[in-house]
């Protein structure tokens, strides 16, 4: 199985802040890896898939990168409801695993 | 618009057994793999299994910790996929989603249900 590692497991910052989250897999991946927003208590939501593309609809603040084995979710200029727990997931093969999650809070 | 609904979620005892539903409308349900994920309470996602579509032969593929007590299918003529559950152990308890690929490959999961609540315990 692939494992994926995300870090890091929390982070507190400001509204309007830059974040980045990082996400590691055991081999390479080439691009496939997704990334996901969950809101407490709400199904987690597709930010960014095939490492860098935008979902439609979600805002343009979020951008992914990378490839083979490191990637990086960003967020610029932190919004409100940017606060959540984001999850990366490989889905380059079975099993498709998840990050264990980063969760943004409020600095 | 695309709808995914869960239900059969509950309280069952150690050993027992729930089967999960979750009915799909506002795409080609057919077409779409379709996969189950779960949550425990307080931690982080993992993906249970999958069923692939009718055109790629409806196999199914599960993660380690269900291979052999949980057994996903489908019946794409109501539009619902399906979870049985046997030999529950209280890891299993978790908010159960149905989750597919409605607008591109099937290697993400865009369309999400609510989740039902499974809670394994005696």
């Known amino acids: 199985d692939i494992q994926v590692t995300q870090s890091p497991p929390s982070l507190s910052a400001s509204v309007g802040d830059r974040v980045t989250i990082t996400c590691r897999t055991s081999q390479s991946i080439s691009t496939y890896l997704n990334w996901y927003q969950q809101r407490p208590r709400t199904a987690p939501k597709l930010l960014i898939y095939g490492a860098s593309n935008l979902q439609s609809g979600v805002p343009s603040r979020f951008s992914g990168s990378g490839s083979g084995t490191e990637f990086t979710l960003t967020i610029n200029s932190l919004q409100p409801e940017d606060f959540a727990t984001y999850y990366c997931?490989?889905?380059?093969?079975?099993?498709?695993?998840f990050g264990q999650g980063t969760k943004v809070e409020i600095k | 618009e695309v709808y995914l609904v869960e239900s059969g979620g509950g309280l069952v005892q150690p050993g027992g057994s729930l089967r999960l539903s979750c009915g799909g409308s506002?795409?080609?349900?057919?077409?779409?793999?379709m996969n189950w994920v779960r949550q425990a309470p307080g931690k982080g996602l993992e993906w249970v299994g999958h069923?692939?579509?009718?055109?790629?032969?409806?196999?199914?593929d599960y993660n380690a910790p269900v291979k052999g007590r949980f057994s996903i299918s489908r019946d794409d003529s109501k539009t619902t996929l399906y979870l049985q559950m046997n030999d529950l152990k209280s890891d299993d308890t978790a908010v159960y989603y149905c989750?597919?690929?409605?607008?591109?490959?099937?290697?993400?999961?865009?369309?999400w249900g609510q989740g039902t609540l499974v809670t394994v315990s005696s």
């Open positions: 506002g795409f080609i349900f057919s077409n779409a793999w």
């Open positions: 997931q490989q889905s380059h093969s079975s099993p498709r695993t």
């Open positions: 989750t597919t690929s409605v607008t591109g490959p099937p290697r993400r999961f865009d369309y």
């Open positions: 069923i692939k579509s009718q055109n790629d032969g409806r196999t199914t």
